[in-house]
């Protein structure tokens, strides 16, 4: 029999608000107000409008959550975790091609439709492209070295160049197309110069669509206008790679980096062992989880860990907490390249597990392999309190990574 918390909740104390100060002296660790509400895998939350929902920390009860239809990936349906200024009180459902915002049959009918794209094979078949890419920042690192913010030299330009590569565009549009993506996410970028490059991209997207339909090419955008997707439909999923694509894997560089540099033994592991590259990637991306927090709104009455959640309530999964559950994973807040990290929810779980998580694995697998080989001194060239962080996006990351190496 399910727990109703209604009436005990009603004499405990008003329940927390979701911990979002993740800097807590390491930055890799979740804030510590949330490690000290982990105790219990499911409890009450306050959300930013008053709603009193739900906190997922625990890894099981995340991936039930994550795996139950009764679970609504809708916008509109959900309450914000966390204050979002700009935001209308009543979030608004989710843009045409925007298939993380939806439920099925809209979200299958996309799914389907992509999910062919982004088959483990055909990821793996980008591999050369990959190194490429990364050869060519890693030459450009060198140059203009010995010093360089690895942000801006390498975390950022590989998938970039990737998203280029699987949306097809032209080369003599990749520089301004990198250009306003770079202003996109550049968090120190004002609200004007965001709004603008946001546009700009849009824009292009939708032209990219027509060119694609006229003169197909050998790229993702050319495979699916052959699909019954309309213009509108396939700027959107594009613009949706792009967001998803991009953000979450520079991302992942840069912090990534910054964790290992910071793990000198962890480091030196893979530098002796290249062949731990993927099981480094798994538990960096366990480690790290970026990508944080997941909401969903009940659609009917679930019980979950013993508790009741009502029909209408938002429950907040806490990826990064999930992904340190020490029922899940024994000493999970030590980086350990050597840990088998199978079964993290870096890339969600269930039906809107992350379309593009190989194309995700194959760069980071190739990217840091060769950053280390190419850099055997690699350092900060800051202490690691003065990286800046990306503390106030639900990416987390470095805003700049300040590195520096000896030239032979």
């Known amino acids: 029999m399910p727990h109703d918390p209604t009436a005990a909740d009603a004499t405990t104390e008003q329940p927390p608000t979701l911990p979002t100060g993740r800097h807590t002296g390491c930055p890799f660790d979740p804030p510590a107000e ?3 509400l982990s105790d219990k895998p499911l409890r009450r939350m306050r959300y930013a409008d008053g709603h ?30 966390i204050p979002m200024p700009g935001m209308p009180e009543q979030m608004p459902p989710a843009p045409t091609g ?18 062919g794209k982004f088959t483990v094979r055909r990821m793996r078949q980008l591999t050369q492209r990959v190194e490429q890419f990364t050869t060519e920042c890693l030459d450009a690192m060198e140059h203009g070295g010995p010093t360089a913010d690895l942000v801006q030299a390498f975390a950022q330009p590989v998938p970039a160049l990737m998203i280029c590569e699987l949306l097809g565009v032209p080369y003599a549009d990749r520089e301004r197309f990198q ?34 339909r006229a003169e197909p090419t050998d790229d993702l955008l050319s495979d699916l206008t052959t699909s019954d997707l309309t213009d509108e439909e396939l700027a959107g999923i594009g613009g949706l790679l792009l967001a998803a694509g991009l953000d979450t894997t520079s991302n992942m560089l840069g912090l990534g980096t910054f964790a290992l540099l910071s793990n000198p033994d962890q480091l030196q592991a893979l530098r002796d062992d290249p062949a731990l590259a993927e099981q480094t ?5 366990r480690y790290l989880s970026v990508a944080d927090p997941l909401p969903r709104s009940a659609l009917e009455d679930v019980e979950v860990e013993g508790r009741l959640v009502r ?10 907490a999930a992904n340190r559950d020490p029922r899940k994973f024994p000493d999970p807040d030590r980086l350990d390249v050597h840990r088998k990290a199978t079964g993290h929810l870096a890339f969600g779980h269930g039906a809107h597990q992350c379309l593009g998580q190989q194309l ?5 697998t190739v990217a840091f ?16 309190q003065e990286v800046p962080l990306r503390e106030h996006s639900n990416i987390y990351g470095v805003i700049s990574l300040p590195v520096t190496w000896d030239k032979d």
């Open 34 to 36: 949330l490690t000290a």
């Open 52 to 81: 009193i929902g739900w906190l997922v920390t625990g890894h099981a009860a995340a991936r039930a959550v994550l795996a139950d239809p009764r679970f609504s990936s809708r916008y509109e349906l959900m309450h914000p975790p």
């Open 98 to 115: 925007d298939i993380i915002g939806l439920d099925a049959p809209e979200h299958t009918r996309y799914r389907r439709l992509l999910t």
């Open 179 to 212: 250009t306003q993506v770079a202003t996109l996410f550049d968090q120190t970028a004002d609200a004007e110069a965001k709004g603008g490059a946001h546009m700009a991209l849009l824009h292009y997207l939708n032209e990219l669509v027509l060119a694609k």
């Open 281 to 285: 990637v798994e538990e960096l991306l």
């Open 311 to 320: 029909a209408g309530e938002t429950v907040t999964i806490s990826v990064q």
């Open 360 to 364: 995700a694995r194959v760069e980071m």
């Open 369 to 384: 392999p060769a950053l280390l080989a190419r850099f055997p001194t690699l350092r900060l060239a800051v202490p690691p």
